[in-house]
């Protein structure tokens, strides 16, 4: 850019303006105030529209000169002139290209941070986010933390953590490591909680689906018993052969096995038998959340929850939570038992009773 751009309409070049700015700009009076930047540029402007839209402008603008004739000046150093001209565009006319954001982006955010214009500051923040990379990721970090910008400071945190081996070759990283340790510290302390967060959200999604599949296996019991399906119903029940399996045809089908295992397996008495225990922890899970226990045609539902009202059983609490949890699981469909509560031996005796009222095919 020209050093010595003095008159009012030499700011066109500069900027890159509409004829209607253009025709603004020549019913503005004449330049109050000139910009000097550090290539010694000179850039002619209006005090009166720079303090309407930044109030430290306004501040510089308000302070006495020396002498009263003495020309304005405001010195805007350490970007380039043309990062200082997308400024004062953006002052006048309350926008910026995407070229000027491509070219100054990091700049036009420094100087918005340092002058106050916020529309400007959230124009940058945007288009930086857009913008970032792998290469600039590291800059753009820094600066963000300059000027307060906490969105993009962990967009970058995200990217950076996301694509660490390829910015640690970068000379962005290199100089950072050199010249703010503690930022390395936060950027490393953010993966490390990073790798945490990962690890519990692929143990909830785990538990979920565990939690679903309980659920499910809540529902197919009381169906079961309730209405029968394709091999096991009530014993007052005629099971129609040509029944069509139910939606949950797989867990249903299994629990039907599990039934079935159930009431004809001669090593559960003695506590011996996995498949038997299983089926006991979906019974008392049932019992848990059952509501109706003076109708349920659940096998031993009512049993249980009378044995837990007389025993107090410590393990209740426990019992009520997976309960809640599974409930909910059916609610929202999204939840799980977790392994440990569901491998949980169950101390209740079993009720011989019960199970006889089943119709095995
Ligand atoms: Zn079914
Ligand atoms: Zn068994
Ligand atoms: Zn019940």
Redesign the pocket.
Known sequence: MDAKNTSKTDFACVSPITSADFKIIQALPEPDVYIHTSAGARIPAHASILASVSPVLENIIDRPRKHRSSERIIQIHGVPCHAVAAFLGFLYFSRCTEEQLEKYGMHLLALSHVYLVPQLKQRCIKGLRERLTVENVVDVLQLARLCDAPDLYIKCMKLLTNNFKSVEKTEGWKFLQRHDPWLELDILRFMDEDELRKKKSRKHRKEQSLYLELSEAMECL?HI?TEGCTDVGPYDIELNKERRPCTKFATCQGLQILIRHFATCNKRIGGGCLRCKRMWQLFRL??S?????DT???PL??QI?MKIQQDKKKDDPRWKLLARKVAAARAVSSLSLSKRKRDEEISLNMNKHGIRSFNLR
């Open positions: 009381e018993c049932h019992s959340i059952c509501q109706h226990s349920c045609k659940v539902c009512r929850q």
